[in-house]
């Protein structure tokens, strides 16, 4: 079979699939995966560190017979630079860690190595996980950001270079990249997923997150790090019933492309009678973008202590948000838990019969330039209240350049609204 860049814009089950028919062997869909990041990496810029290709199918070759009996088959994992790999240099995009080699995987990661998946390497974050960008471009338009703070594994998705990744939110480091990128990425419900091994923002919003093609390839990726019966078969997709409506207006700034997108999907999701309710929220889901920036000011602070010390190896905004959580006291950061923990009960309770909330996944299309990752506040209050999430790619401006929605669940509701972003994935395509 020839190995083109085609192969590997199939989805992870897609291959999957196509390896158990025969249709194609897993080293055809490796050499694509390295066919496309040489013909797109000095570009695009979504590695910090990979294998090289001889490498890889050393490695796979090696342990052929597991592989091949395995659930992943061997195919290529990104994983974000910020979480642990034993085999690979964790340096948080920081020079204060240049050098640093953890002593094992990550739980998330070894979970995916047991289950067949081989790192191919590290994808580039932003410094912490928090604004500073790195070298990495939006492969939807190389003078974008991809934004942050999962950069190189939105864009590593998004450009067929592998067909699963992983990512950490903090604030909008899954969704909005993902956004901007277009490309499907998942936050599942607070403390859903391990997150031993990596490196710690703020322990009170901190989350895993998934890259995919697919949101079957989501669905696949989520059983395996529960540790639950993982399969391959297409999933079941179902439309939900009742949405509450989000205007980005109710969030923050938004631009009148997203405007106009979010329209679009709200006919979109009536003609196929799906019930609409505006939520009416007044300034309360603002007041949730205050209160997740004071949070995550609080425990910034408070994790990232030895790294304080260097300050002169710091951003800016990093060294400035900590300067935040050093000045606040602490009947603000409690208030603020509380606030969050209130506004989960009462948003749910404005319409007890909505399936899931639809908003815009950010402000708009991707900024141009390199120098920053974009606003993060249409993230800002599902984050702090813990919610699950789902960027849903598809939507795009006049000139292409992706536009992005997502879909907003209740807690541990995780499986039923990736059922409801399956079913909502190909109105938008």
């Avoid at 796979?60 to 592989?67: E, L, P």
């Avoid at 190189?152 to 067929?160: L, M, N, P, T």
């Amino acid at each position: 079979m020839n190995t083109n860049i085609d192969v590997n814009q199939m989805g992870l089950c897609q291959m999957l699939r196509a390896i158990d028919e025969g249709v194609c062997t897993t080293e055809a869909l490796i050499n694509a995966c390295f066919d496309r990041i040489d013909a797109r990496e000095l570009e695009v810029g979504a590695w910090q560190v990979q294998r090289s290709r001889e490498e890889y199918l050393a490695a796979y070759r090696a342990q052929q017979d597991f592989y091949d009996a395995s659930l992943l088959k061997g195919l290529p994992l990104g994983v974000k630079d910020i979480i642990d790999t034993e085999e690979m240099l964790t340096e948080m995009g920081s020079p204060i860690h240049a050098g640093r080699q953890p002593i094992e995987d990550a739980s998330c990661v070894a979970l995916l190595r047991a289950a067949g998946g081989i790192v191919l390497g590290k994808t580039v974050t932003t410094e912490f996980a928090y604004f500073k960008p790195g070298k990495t471009k939006n492969p939807a338009d190389l003078s974008r950001t991809p934004g942050g703070s999962s950069s190189g594994s939105a864009a590593a998705i998004a450009d067929d270079m592998v067909p699963m990744a992983l990512g950490s939110q903090t604030a909008a480091s899954v969704i909005r990249p993902a956004a901007y990128c277009g490309a499907i990425g998942y936050v599942g419900s607070r403390g859903e997923f391990s997150l031993r091994g990596g490196q710690p923002l703020a322990q009170s919003l901190d989350s895993l997150g998934l890259f995919a093609r697919q949101i079957e390839d989501v669905q696949l990726l989520r059983a395996i790090l529960l540790r639950q019966p993982a399969s391959i078969a297409p999933a079941s997709a179902q439309l939900p019933s009742c949405v509450l409506l989000c205007r980005g207006e109710s969030v923050g700034e938004v631009s009148p492309e997203m405007q106009v997108a979010t329209e679009k999907a709200v006919v979109l999701l009536q003609a196929q009678g799906v019930k609409v309710i505006e939520l009416d929220a007044g300034e309360r889901i603002k007041e949730m973008v205050t209160h997740h920036i004071n949070i995550m000011a609080w425990e910034v602070c408070r994790n990232l202590v030895m790294e304080s010390f260097h300050k002169e190896q710091l951003s800016g905004p990093l060294a400035a948000l900590i300067e935040q959580g050093l000045s606040m006291d602490r009947a603000t950061y409690v208030a603020s838990l509380a606030a969050v923990e209130s506004g989960r009960e009462w948003l749910w309770s404005f319409a007890p019969e909505a399936d899931a909330i639809l908003t815009p996944a950010a402000p708009g299309i991707a900024p141009l330039g390199h120098e920053a990752t974009g606003a993060p506040h249409m993230s800002r209050p599902w984050q702090a209240m813990g919610l699950p999430v789902i960027n849903v790619p598809g939507m795009v401006d006049d000139n292409g350049v992706p536009l992005g929605l997502q879909l907003v669940g209740k807690a541990r509701q995780d499986d039923t609204l990736l059922t409801y972003a399956s079913g909502l994935m190909p109105l938008f395509v």
